[in-house]
């Protein structure tokens, strides 16, 4: 059971678009973290969100917490090249004490 | 400085020839953990050692194991590799389990499988 549902699973656009990325889940989660990763590399660390509703801001990214903290959602402000790469949601539900990663969202962004 | 080393960055061996990956830590981590990860998907936990503790998922492989001679090292054992394990494996880290804590990754060993 995939517990952490990430929408697009794929998304290619143009220099200077705007997108939005979801997470979803039926659980409640704590708090949730936002991941990105490059080809050949690890993932790393862009934000946690802990409160229900809550918005952090980094650079062009702006990462949301639901009110219910059973989802989020990333939104990249006039993408460029180098926000290419796999976006990955996690957290810990409320229940237990597993890590889940999401889905995953590939994004390339066309110069 | 690089936090969470893995090593080798890539590597090759042959079906059904054991092999041997490690991961290194400068963080005193109590938390380390395994990920199997194939081509544009997510990352899937095989186990975690939350210190001495070794914690297995349900749906990891026995072909799968792990070793944690301290707080720094941790290794990933896979006895007879298949085709099918060929993938990127990630290593990575947390001061401790619950609530927020951040899990920090290295850069992975890719392993090709001839």
């Known amino acids: 059971t995939q517990l952490l549902e990430q929408s697009p699973q794929f998304l290619s656009i143009q220099e200077g678009e705007n997108l939005t990325v979801y997470c979803n889940s039926s659980?409640?989660?704590?708090?949730l973290q936002w991941y990105r990763q490059e080809p050949g590399e690890g993932p790393v660390l862009l934000v946690t969100?802990?409160?229900?509703?809550e918005v952090k801001k980094l650079k062009r990214l702006t990462f949301q917490f639901g009110d219910a903290r059973k989802d989020s959602s990333l939104h990249i402000t006039a993408a460029q090249p180098g926000d290419t790469g796999l976006y990955l949601c996690a957290g810990r539900a409320n229940t237990g004490n597993q890590f889940y990663f999401g889905t995953g969202t590939s994004l390339t962004v066309i110069p | 400085d690089a936090m969470v080393i893995q090593n080798p960055r890539y590597q090759v061996t042959q079906f059904g020839k054991p092999v041997t990956l490690s991961c290194s830590q400068t963080?005193?981590?109590?938390?380390m953990y395994w990920y199997q990860q194939k081509s544009s998907q997510a990352p899937k936990l095989l186990f975690h050692y939350y210190d001495k503790d070794f914690n297995n998922e349900a749906d990891t492989p026995d072909n799968f194991q792990s070793r944690r001679p301290n707080t720094s090292f941790c290794f990933l054992d896979i006895r007879s590799p298949g085709l099918g394990d060929a993938a990127m494996y990630l290593c990575?880290?947390?001061?401790?389990?619950?609530?927020?804590?951040?899990?920090?990754f290295g850069d992975g060993t890719r392993l090709s499988i001839l």
């Open positions: 963080l005193n981590h109590n938390v």
């Open positions: 659980s409640v989660f704590s708090s």
């Open positions: 990575a880290t947390s001061p401790d389990r619950g609530g927020n804590q951040p899990q920090h």
């Open positions: 969100v802990v409160t229900g509703g």
